[in-house]
């Protein structure tokens, strides 16, 4: 099952975005994650959520910026995005973990969306 990542774009300094993750249904009852990747960086953790929505974590660059959430009647999983930063600009990735929980680790995921480029502009 494919993760389709999608709402990226480019948004000044303090706008906001909100990033989708169609998920599938096979997806409903695992942990989900979003991660980004900026150039000549490693990929890093933003935020993760777990299989209800009843557990979220956050990297600390982007606690009070930005809220993961999840809709397991439409399987999508959403990155609201706020008070973006220059630093925030990335590619941001979609995965789905083999476990209910979510998880700050790239090892517990087995899926991941194709990414979706955030820019923004200083």
């Known amino acids: 099952v494919q993760l389709q990542a999608s709402g990226g774009g480019l948004v000044p300094t303090g706008g906001s975005l909100r990033l989708s993750c169609a998920a599938g249904?096979?997806?409903?009852?695992?942990?989900m994650g979003w991660f980004r990747q900026a150039p000549g960086k490693e990929r890093e953790f933003v935020a993760t959520?777990?299989?209800?929505?009843?557990?979220?974590d956050y990297a600390d660059s982007v606690k009070g910026r930005f809220t993961i959430s999840r809709d397991r009647v439409k399987n999508t999983v959403y990155l609201q995005m706020n008070s973006l930063k220059p630093e925030d600009t990335a590619v941001y990735y979609c995965?789905?973990?083999?476990?209910?929980?979510?998880?700050?680790?790239?090892?517990?995921?087995?899926?991941w969306g194709q990414g979706t480029q955030v820019t923004v502009s200083s």
């Open positions: 995965a789905a973990s083999r476990y209910a929980s979510g998880s700050s680790q790239v090892g517990p995921y087995v899926k």
């Open positions: 959520i777990n299989w209800n929505g009843g557990n979220t």
């Open positions: 249904r096979t997806s409903s009852n695992n942990g």
